[in-house]
């Protein structure tokens, strides 16, 4: 597609449930980074990804949180067993390059996925 | 440890009037880059302007400039003849000390254009 799209666009589950948030990028965008924006704040790094590979995963909060990208290309962000606090809006980012994506700015995002937890 | 602050939660302006809207941050490195995102209700970021810190020269895109102060750490951003379709949140941010892929970002102003 011509941007990065996200779905669901909102997603209400019950605590204790498992999510799956997706996240496609732009065709040929090697670099894809997740982040977490909760209410009233900026977003908080989650996860970076080098092609198939989780470059940094530092940001994830805990180990309920995982995230695949195995082709390359689509990412999916998995919750487990999911809780109030992770009700944030997940956004989803990708660049041609990680050196041309921070240095010059040029991340191009996704609408996020609103999650409500319970 | 790095931070970013933008001390306005909240500006209201008329259409056609001029905003800045400050940023101010702290790092350790020398040669890095900062940026200001809007995040409209759609809530797509979208990249409005960056600066190099190395570079005197304040950048400018359209409507949009800066105003960046490196000895002072300060990097604020004025919107001129603003529009209704600038209402957004604004982020300032910059990366990670020695990431190249790792944004620190602020906490985010709402900017209400009023008709």
């Known amino acids: 597609g011509a941007g990065v799209s996200q779905t669901p666009s909102n997603k209400v589950t019950e605590k204790g449930k498992y999510v799956e948030l997706r996240c496609d990028p732009i065709?040929?965008?090697?670099?894809l980074y997740w982040y977490r924006q909760s209410l009233g704040q900026g977003p908080e790094f989650l996860i970076y990804f080098q092609g198939t590979g989780a470059a940094d995963d530092s940001g994830l909060p805990n180990d309920r949180f995982f995230a695949v990208r195995p082709e390359g290309s689509v990412s999916t962000l998995k919750i487990q067993r999911t809780e109030r606090g992770d009700s944030a809006v997940y956004l989803c980012?990708?660049?041609?390059?990680?050196?041309?994506?921070?240095?010059?700015?040029?991340?191009?995002f996704g609408e996020g996925s609103r999650l409500t937890v319970l | 440890a790095q931070t970013v602050t933008q001390s306005q939660p909240e500006m209201s302006v008329q259409e056609a009037e001029t905003v800045t809207l400050s940023c101010t941050y702290d790092t350790s490195e020398n040669n890095y880059y900062l940026f200001w995102y809007k995040q409209p209700p759609s809530r797509q970021m979208i990249l409005v302007i960056r600066q190099e810190a190395y570079k005197q020269q304040n950048a400018t895109e359209n409507r949009f400039s800066v105003n960046f102060q490196k000895a002072a750490k300060s990097f604020s951003l004025k919107i001129s003849d603003s529009q209704l379709g600038d209402t957004a949140m604004y982020f300032c941010?910059?990366?990670?000390?020695?990431?190249?892929?790792?944004?620190?970002w602020g906490a985010g102003t709402k900017l209400i254009i009023k008709p």
């Open positions: 065709s040929g965008h090697t670099a």
């Open positions: 980012a990708s660049s041609l390059f990680p050196l041309a994506g921070t240095n010059t700015g040029e991340l191009f």
């Open positions: 941010a910059f990366p990670l000390l020695g990431s190249n892929y790792q944004l620190i």
